[in-house]
C-alpha cells in the first residue's frame, strides 16, 4: 500500500508528501555472501545470503607521520527483517568454505583469504519501526 498526501496548510504552507513503502530501492542487493560467526569455543555458524547482499570494497589513501599509508574498508547492506550480523563476524564474497575447527577459523583472515572482511560496526536501519536493512563495515 502507497499513501501520498500532498496539499497546502492553512497559512499557505505546502504539505509534504508521505509515503507508506520505504524508499530505499535494493536492486543492488545481488550479491551472494557467506557470513560466518564464532558461538563460543570451537562452535562456528556459516550463514549463505544467496543473491540478497551488495558488498562494496573501498581503498582509500590516509596520510601518516611516516608518509601515505593505503586503507582497504569495505560496507555490506543486507535488507532483512531480522539482524544476521555481529560484531567479528567474518564475510566472504561468494559461497564460501565450510569451517569447523578452531585453527581453520584462526588460518581463515583477510590477508591469506581474497574475498573475505571481519565486520568492526554493525548499523542496523528501520522505516515505519520495522528493520529494512542492516548496514555494516570494517
Same mark, same amino acid.
Given at each position: 500500500?502507497r !499513501?501520498?498526501?500532498? $496539499?497546502?496548510?492553512? $497559512? $499557505? !504552507?505546502?504539505?509534504?508528501?508521505?509515503?507508506?513503502?520505504?524508499?530505499v *530501492?535494493?536492486? !543492488?542487493?545481488?550479491?551472494?555472501?557467506?557470513?560466518?560467526?564464532?558461538?563460543?569455543?570451537g562452535?562456528?555458524?556459516?550463514r &549463505?545470503i544467496?543473491?540478497?547482499? %551488495?558488498? *562494496? %570494497?573501498?581503498?582509500?589513501?590516509?596520510?601518516?607521520?611516516?608518509?601515505?599509508?593505503?586503507?582497504?574498508?569495505?560496507? &555490506?547492506?543486507?535488507?532483512?527483517?531480522?539482524?544476521?550480523?555481529?560484531?567479528?563476524d567474518?564475510? %566472504? &564474497?561468494?559461497? $564460501?568454505?565450510?569451517?569447523?575447527?578452531?585453527?581453520?577459523?584462526? *588460518? %581463515?583472515?583477510?590477508?591469506?583469504?581474497?574475498?573475505?572482511?571481519?565486520?568492526k560496526y554493525? *548499523?542496523?536501519?528501520?522505516?515505519?519501526?520495522? &528493520?529494512?536493512?542492516?548496514?555494516?563495515?570494517?
Open positions: 500500500m !499513501l501520498l498526501v500532498s $496539499g497546502y496548510l492553512p $497559512g $499557505g !504552507l505546502s504539505m509534504v508528501a508521505v509515503r507508506n513503502t520505504c524508499p *530501492d535494493y536492486r !543492488l542487493c545481488n550479491q551472494t555472501v557467506t557470513i560466518y560467526h564464532r558461538k563460543g569455543d562452535y562456528y555458524t556459516r &549463505l544467496e543473491r540478497g547482499a %551488495f558488498l *562494496d %570494497f573501498k581503498k582509500t589513501q590516509d596520510i601518516a607521520n611516516t608518509g601515505s599509508t593505503e586503507v582497504n574498508s569495505f560496507l &555490506l547492506v543486507i535488507p532483512c527483517g531480522e539482524n544476521p550480523l555481529a560484531v567479528g567474518k564475510v %566472504f &564474497l561468494g559461497v $564460501g568454505p565450510e569451517i569447523s575447527t578452531r585453527e581453520s577459523w584462526a *588460518d %581463515f583472515i583477510p590477508s591469506k583469504v581474497s574475498g573475505l572482511v571481519v565486520v554493525v *548499523d542496523p536501519k528501520y522505516w515505519n519501526g520495522k &528493520l529494512v536493512h542492516v548496514e555494516a563495515g570494517g
